[in-house]
């Protein structure tokens, strides 16, 4: 880990500053405005949350990165569930962005998910930043995101195995868990407990 920064465990006190944070880093990214910040927030009392992976990334003592984790599942084709962990939402607030603090978070974070036992991690994002942690696309390795239909390569859709062998021999289908999927009015709600930003459509957003 770089010596100028350290990582910690979220505690309650940091909450509102890491949703802001977290507003901060994917305001407008993915679409006029966010939600990110309420999905965490919800998140935090769901039991798929794992307490042991809510992270704060500090530099000089200010909170700049942010990483939680969700307990998740693959349903393997042979009818078997498989237990596996996904994390986000991960932000490095915009000032300290391409700098290599995301990389450092994340790297710590799946190391500490690994002695925690877990398997393997699924994630939907960009492979320009998660192939450098080791992420490869999830349906080379045979396991399919639930909203694509098998036969598509799906880039965005990714895993990365963290025990050797975990995967072998399974094919399945992820589906992200409940926590992900949040009500936009109640998003819209909580926003309004947050400084006013503005929301604006720009190319590149998903939404
Ligand atoms: C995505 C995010 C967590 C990455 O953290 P970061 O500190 O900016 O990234 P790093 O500096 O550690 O990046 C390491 C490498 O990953 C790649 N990378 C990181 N962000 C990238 C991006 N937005 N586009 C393309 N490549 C990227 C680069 O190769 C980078 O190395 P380089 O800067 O030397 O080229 C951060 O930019 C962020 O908070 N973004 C907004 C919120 C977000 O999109 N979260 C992820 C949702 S899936």
């Known amino acids: 880990m770089n010596k100028d920064c350290i990582i910690r465990n979220e505690?309650?006190?940091?909450?509102?500053?890491?949703?802001n944070l977290t507003r901060e880093a994917f305001w407008n990214v993915y679409r006029p405005g966010c939600t990110e910040h309420y999905i965490l927030h919800r998140f935090?009392?769901?039991p798929e949350f794992v307490k042991e992976l809510d992270l704060c990334l500090l530099l000089n003592g200010r909170i700049i990165g942010h990483i939680m984790f969700a307990r998740a599942e693959i349903k393997a084709d042979n009818g078997n569930i498989?237990?596996?962990?996904?994390?986000?939402p991960i932000s490095i607030h915009p000032e300290?962005?391409?700098?290599?603090?995301?990389?450092?978070?994340?790297?710590?974070?799946?190391?500490?998910?690994?002695?925690?036992?877990?398997?393997?991690?699924?994630?939907?994002?960009?492979m320009a930043f998660y192939g450098k942690c080791g992420f490869?696309?999830?349906?080379?390795?045979?396991?399919?995101?639930?909203?694509?239909?098998?036969?598509?390569?799906?880039p965005y859709f990714l895993l990365k195995q963290l025990r050797t062998g975990f995967l072998d021999g399974?094919?399945?289908?992820?589906?992200?868990?409940?926590?992900?999927?949040?009500?936009?009015?109640?998003?819209e709600e909580f926003d309004k407990l947050f400084p006013p930003k503005?929301?604006?459509?720009?190319?590149?957003?998903l939404v």
């Open 170 to 187: 399974i094919t399945g289908v992820y589906k992200p868990p409940a926590g992900y999927f949040a009500d936009e009015d109640e998003a």
């Open 44 to 46: 935090r009392d769901r």
């Open 82 to 88: 498989l237990p596996v962990m996904t994390f986000g």
């Open 96 to 126: 300290f962005q391409r700098r290599g603090y995301g990389k450092i978070l994340l790297d710590h974070a799946l190391k500490k998910a690994a002695e925690m036992g877990a398997g393997a991690v699924c994630i939907e994002g960009n």
């Open 198 to 205: 503005v929301k604006l459509k720009l190319p590149g957003q």
């Open 136 to 154: 490869d696309i999830a349906s080379k390795s045979g396991i399919h995101y639930y909203a694509e239909p098998r036969e598509n390569i799906v």
């Open 11 to 19: 505690t309650a006190e940091d909450y509102r500053a890491v949703e």
